[in-house]
């Protein structure tokens, strides 16, 4: 009876896993409800359609506020399954935390102390990547027409942004395809041009231990590089 409650025991806290694993799910956190806290995890791939987290750099900046002054003393903490990195405090006006860490763990996990004043324990599980499946790499596009491109994911984001040639960076919804709109393509009147398609997907969480107007979220941006034909009409 011993052995089957120990193994039965083994078995639960195995399939429990971490709650910084992929798809264990957000924590809004505890905290003082003091602060004012603002943080982004921002992943960029290093290579045109990046497939694996180590294709991906992630900046991580946090702005801290108490009682409307800038919070310059304490320490600020982002948390992952492969890492634990204190974010060190910029000496320009904004007065941010910032770090930069190598690779994408997807899931995040900020905690903040300013004295007596905290935040912690605040996890968004991000995006899973996300990979282009249209237009190919290097494909040679027609700027006068709509061009569809499309991407594979497994979980829909909260928010997702797209951003092409004279596009501005426009919300759309993370369907896993967008018509990119004739024209958007930067374009030469008698050679090809190069463009980037860029897509970023978010998810965000409100830190239940922080004043209103707090957020932490987590993104991931990949890129497709792409041609514009030549466009005699312009």
């Not at 798809?23 to 990046?50: E, R």
């Not at 829909?156 to 395809?177: H, N, Y």
């Not at 897509?199 to 987590?218: E, H, W, Y």
Request: glycine share 8%.
């Amino acid at each position: 009876m011993r052995n089957y409650l120990l193994a039965s025991f083994l078995v639960t806290a195995a399939c429990a896993g971490s709650p910084l694993d992929p798809g264990a799910g957000n924590s809004a956190g505890t905290g003082t409800s003091t602060l004012l806290v603002n943080g982004n995890a921002d992943a960029h791939a290093q290579i045109a359609n990046a497939k694996t987290s180590s294709d991906f750099t992630t900046d991580v900046t946090v702005h801290v506020s108490l009682n409307g002054q800038d919070v310059t003393t304490g320490t600020v903490t982002i948390n992952s399954r492969t890492m634990k990195q204190p974010l060190a405090l910029t000496l320009d006006g904004n007065h941010e935390w910032q770090g930069t860490l190598a690779g994408y763990d997807e899931v995040y996990e900020l905690a903040v102390t300013a004295g007596t004043d905290k935040v912690s324990g605040v996890i968004v599980d991000g995006p899973d990547i996300h990979e282009f499946t249209a237009p190919q790499a290097g494909a040679s596009l027609d700027s006068t027409v709509a061009n569809m491109m499309t991407w594979e994911r497994a979980i829909v984001a909260d928010q997702a942004s797209v951003r092409v040639g004279d596009l501005d960076r426009l919300a759309i919804d993370d369907t896993g395809s967008f018509s990119v709109p004739a024209g958007s393509l930067k374009a030469e009147k008698d050679q090809a041009r190069p463009n980037t398609l860029e897509l970023t997907r978010t998810n965000q969480v409100v830190p239940k231990g922080a004043i209103a107007g707090s957020s932490f979220s987590v993104s991931i941006e990949n890129d497709l590089d792409v041609v514009a034909l030549p466009n005699p009409a312009l």
